[in-house]
């Protein structure tokens, strides 16, 4: 398990940076991290999967940290059955089915009772303290590190033609090649996902 420090000192090493004196502090890093793993999730999203208890004729019910109706890749009832989604003109459609609708999932139909399983894909976010592991699949984290220097290297470059500095294709040239290298990485790797189940409620 990696650590968000242990993260951000493999991205400065990958930078060439000196630590305290460096060109790069620690929240500029942090948001290249922040941007790389965004863009690593979107090759080897999480995989979560939260069970729900729902009452008898419930129409809606929420799923803790789901923020996004996008993330969502099955609904299962208690019966193990998949529900289909739905659009709101389609209610008098005739079996169960499900839609996104302000931050909760709503029913087509009077829900059965019983444990809803809720099959999601979990953005990858940058741990709030040092010591928080972040979320990166093992032997992934170079890649992780390629696009994040990738992301730093861009922001520079901003810096630099701002100032009317020399070099700035050059580190955008660099950047578009770290970025695209770890991508590739990251989808050579064949995609072992790590998956998280929730606790049920």
């Known amino acids: 398990m990696t650590t968000k420090a242990e993260l951000r000192e493999a991205l400065r090493r990958r930078l060439e940076d000196v630590p305290?004196?460096?060109?790069?502090?620690?929240?500029?890093?942090?948001?290249?991290?922040t941007d790389g793993l965004s863009r690593y999730g979107a090759i080897a999203p999480l995989e979560?999967?939260?069970?729900?208890v729902v009452s008898e004729s419930a129409l809606s019910f929420t799923v803790a940290e789901l923020e996004a109706g996008e993330g969502?890749?099955?609904?299962?009832?208690?019966?193990?059955?998949?529900?289909s989604p739905f659009l709101a003109e389609d209610r008098?459609?005739?079996?169960?089915?499900?839609r996104w609708w302000s931050g909760e999932i709503r029913l087509a139909k009077p829900a059965q009772a019983g444990g809803w399983i809720v099959e999601w894909h979990?953005?990858?976010?940058?741990?709030?303290?040092?010591?928080?592991?972040?979320?990166?699949?093992?032997?992934?984290?170079g890649a992780v590190t390629l696009i994040a220097a990738g992301s730093a290297l861009r922001r520079r470059?901003?810096?630099?033609?701002?100032?009317?500095?020399?070099g700035v294709e050059g580190l955008l040239a660099l950047a578009r090649?770290?970025?695209?290298?770890?991508?590739?990485?990251?989808?050579?790797?064949?995609r072992n996902?790590?998956?998280?189940?929730?606790k049920t409620r």
């Open 72 to 83: 969502i890749i099955r609904v299962i009832d208690p019966a193990l059955a998949v529900v």
């Open 20 to 33: 305290v004196t460096g060109l790069w502090d620690d929240a500029t890093l942090d948001d290249a991290l």
């Open 157 to 166: 470059a901003v810096e630099e033609a701002k100032r009317g500095g020399r």
């Open 92 to 98: 008098d459609q005739p079996g169960q089915g499900w």
């Open 122 to 141: 979990r953005p990858r976010m940058l741990p709030a303290s040092d010591s928080g592991v972040a979320p990166v699949n093992a032997g992934d984290e």
């Open 48 to 52: 979560e999967r939260s069970t729900v």
């Open 177 to 190: 090649e770290w970025e695209a290298t770890g991508e590739r990485q990251a989808r050579a790797r064949g």
């Open 193 to 198: 996902v790590r998956s998280f189940v929730a």
